[in-house]
Structures are given as C-alpha cells and as structure tokens.
C-alpha cells in the first residue's frame, strides 16, 4: 500500500507515531474492534485515520467528526448525510461504507481503504499526466458519475478536484470525499459547497446539479493537463478558453471534449462523459493480451477460422467509423447550440413565407371571388324587395308627365292667342276693343275663366 492511501479528500499530513499513539484504542465497536496505525490527512471537516479491522485483519479508513463542539449544527448534519449516502452506493471506483458509530462527541465512519495516491499530491510533485492518462481518468470518474446520477433521487458530489481523486496502485482511479454531498435536488437555497475555480457557475447561485460534477471533472483534467489552477487558465467571458490553454498542438478532439464539459451553462454542458468520450476518440481499445496468450495465438493466417477474421474486421470498420466522427466533430462542426439556432431561423422564415402566401390568396379570393359574389346578392335583393313597387311607381310617373305636357301646350296657345288679337285691335285703331278678350278654340278642350272645362263649341267675349 502507497504511504499516499487516503479515503477522502482532507489535506494532507505526513504519518506521525505520536499522531498513531494518540488514537490506539480509543475506536469502541465491538471491543476496540479498530486499531488506528497513523493519520492519512486532516480537514476542515474532521480527521482521516488508517486502522486495522482486528475482526478481518483488513486495512480501514476512518473518517472522524468532531461534533460536540462543532461550530454549527451543519457540520453534524454533513457528517451524517456522508455515512448515510455512502452506505446506499456500491461501485469498484467509490470506498466501501463499513461502519460508523458515536464516540466521545464524535462520529466516526469507517470505509474500505483505497490504496494509492490523490491526484494534488502527485501534481505537487510535478508529475504530470499524459493524455492516454487523462482519458482513462475521465471514462472512469465519469462512469462513477453516471452511476450516482442514476440514483433516485440522484447523488451529487459537489466537490470534485485532484485532491478528491485517487489514483489507485493498480492503474485505475477512485472518487472519496463525499462530505460536501447532496442527495436531493433542490433548485434554490441550498449551502455553497465546493472548492473555488472547480465549482460550476450554479454553485455560486446555491445551485447543484448532477452536470456541476462534470464541470468538476473537466477542471480537474485541465489542471492535470496544463499544471495551472481553473481560476488562472485563460478565460473568454465565464468560459474557460480550453483550446489557449492547451496550446496550439493539443488533440483537437481533446479540447472539444473538455470545452463541452466546462460551458458555464448548464443546460448546454456535456451530461455523459464516458458517452462524449466515445463519440470523440472511439470506444476504449481492448487491453493487450498476455505474452502467453499472444504465444498460443501465433500461426499462419489461414489456421484462423473465418468468422474470427470477420469481427476482427467489424471491429476495425467501427472504430475507424467512430475515428472519422470524432474528426468531423473536431474539425469544426457546428455545436447543437448553433445548429439549434439555425433551424429555429430556418423555422421562421418558413413561417413568415406563409403568412405572405396566404394573405395574398386572401386578397385574391377577396378581390376576385367574394366582393362579385355580395355585389350580386345586393343587387338581388333590391330587386326582389322592391320588384313590385317599380311599376306603379313608372305608371305614376308616365301620367303626370303627360298631364305636364298638356298644361304646357295649353299655356302656349293662349299666349299666341293673346298676342294675335292684340295686335289686330291695335292696327283698326279702335278704343273702344275691349281690353281683355279671350276666345276659346272650339278645336280645342273648352275652359272657363277660371280654368275650368267648358261644355264643347262655347265661346266666352269681355
């Protein structure tokens, strides 16, 4: 076991026989079931202790919290909620939850050591990942947090950073620490938990979700990747500029993968790791075989039997098809944001085509066929209304303009009658004519002096 073996995340201390001493013993559960051999690390939330289960011989890990004492009653409620969250999960890159009893004012929770060194320590030290490395550390802590998100309701850690990590003495990588986790949503009004420049932008906003910890994930692989701490990388408005700050030669595919996990939005961050790591690079490569298993292999081509060669042929098609992907995604293909975009622009020029369409096929069928159509319905019932009325009101008409015309051909005789004996008094030069005389034409319809008819062939003299 590496002297670096821890169980959560404190800070670091270096192993002390008094610190050893000072704890022999004093672990009641089940008759001093547990002696303590040294201290792993202390932090603001309690002290880590290596110990031996006397009842199986394994090595422990102990986690103390010292709640009488404590500075809030929040500390308490952390502790509890890390041994309950831990007792419901079981997963080969997470401690396995043993025990937790009370002592002293103090509650102490034993887990499965994981033998190997946090991944703070090892940066310390300026031993730096490859990047063969880091993908084998994103696929495995993602996968972890595949499994916590599945959880009902879904697990949250909120503290993921090198020094929460830890790389095990066989290769592979373990998550600890959950003294910050969160076992229920909640949207609003929720403590900050988390350690600065790794914490996602909701955090600040009391918010956690289960991306917050891909957020934490991807600072993580950054810092390992560039040895610079989140809050020091370059930035282009809250993001983080993953592609300056892996330089110019960085794998593209890479820098795709970490800007997907660090976008300050959460609805836009990448949500599987493992997923996004498969869709960029292909599907993880098969571990080489053994010397001896790769000795029984060798002999000629032909000894191998056919439907050998053809998964091995299907397989090299898929990864050369998944590789091809990876590339177009790398190579600057639109993100779903953008492509969101577009056919939502797509949607609306659609839309106001439409709309131009059918009000000009409304204005025809109003020009053309509605307005005819009501010009004809007036016009009929205004006939139908007043078909009987117009021709009597016509016979009306007809008879008073021929009584008019006979009243005016009656008025312009009598003037011309007038006028011709007037001028035959005045040429006999007789006064004593009578200075009125009217005469009556027998041809015509006989009046009397008053306008009235008269009976036929009378004549009236004054």
Not at 43 to 60: C, F, N, P, R, Y
Not at 161 to 186: A, C, E, H, M, Y
Not at 189 to 201: K, N, R
Not at 415 to 444: H, I, K, L, S
Request: charged share 30%; net charge positive.
């Amino acid at each position: 076991m590496s002297n670096g073996a821890r169980a959560s995340g404190e800070t670091k201390l270096g192993p002390s026989k008094d610190q050893a001493g000072a704890h022999l013993g004093h672990l009641p559960s089940g008759g001093h079931r547990y002696v303590v051999t040294r201290s792993l690390g202390r932090g603001a939330q309690g002290h880590t202790l290596e110990a031996i289960d006397k009842a199986s011989g394994d090595l422990v890990a102990i986690k103390r919290f010292q709640v009488r004492g404590a500075a809030s009653w929040k500390d308490f409620e952390l502790a509890e909620r890390e041994a309950r969250v831990l007792a419901q999960l079981s997963h080969p890159s997470l401690p396995r939850y043993l025990d937790h009893f009370e002592e002293d004012g103090a509650l102490l929770l034993v887990m499965s050591l994981v033998p190997g060194q946090d991944l703070e320590a090892r940066r310390e030290q300026g031993a730096a990942l490859e990047t063969r490395q880091v993908l084998e550390l994103l696929r495995a802590i993602g996968d972890v947090l595949r499994y916590l998100r599945g959880k009902a309701p879904p697990v949250i850690h909120r503290d993921i950073k090198p020094r929460n990590i830890i790389q095990r003495d066989d290769g592979g990588f373990s998550l600890v620490d959950f003294g910050s986790v969160r076992d229920r949503l909640k949207e609003d009004g929720s403590t900050i938990a988390g350690t600065y420049g790794y914490m996602a932008p909701e955090q600040f906003q009391g918010r956690a979700l289960p991306v917050s910890d891909v957020y934490g994930l991807g600072a993580t692989a950054l810092v390992l990747l560039t040895g610079v701490s989140p809050e020091d990388q370059p930035h282009q408005g809250l993001a983080i500029d993953v592609r300056r700050a892996l330089g110019a030669g960085a794998d593209p595919r890479l820098v795709q993968l970490l800007s997907w996990m660090l976008t300050p939005d959460p609805d836009q961050r990448l949500v599987d790791v493992p997923q996004g790591i498969e869709q960029l690079f292909g599907p993880p490569e098969a571990e080489p075989p053994k010397p001896e298993e790769a000795a029984e292999a060798k002999g000629p081509q032909e000894a191998k039997p056919r439907r050998e060669r053809s998964k091995r042929s299907a397989k090299t098609k898929a990864k050369t098809s998944a590789r091809r992907t990876a590339e177009r995604h790398a190579s600057g293909e639109l993100s779903d944001r953008f492509r969101l975009r577009f056919s939502l622009g797509g949607l609306l020029v659609g839309l106001v085509l439409t709309v131009l369409v059918a009000a000009r096929v409304a204005n025809f069928a109003l020009l053309r066929v509605s307005l005819p159509l009501l010009l004809g319905f007036l016009f009929t019932f205004i006939s139908l209304v007043f078909r009987r009325k117009m021709p009597r009101a016509s016979e009306g008409l007809r008879d008073a303009a021929e009584r008019g015309d006979r009243q005016l051909r009656r008025a312009a005789l009598r003037v011309r009658r007038r006028a011709r004996d007037a001028a035959r008094g005045t040429a006999r030069g007789d006064r004593t004519a009578p200075t009125r005389v009217r005469v009556v034409d027998t041809e015509a319809e006989p009046m009397d002096d008053e306008g009235e008819e008269t009976a036929p062939g009378a004549r009236a003299v004054k």
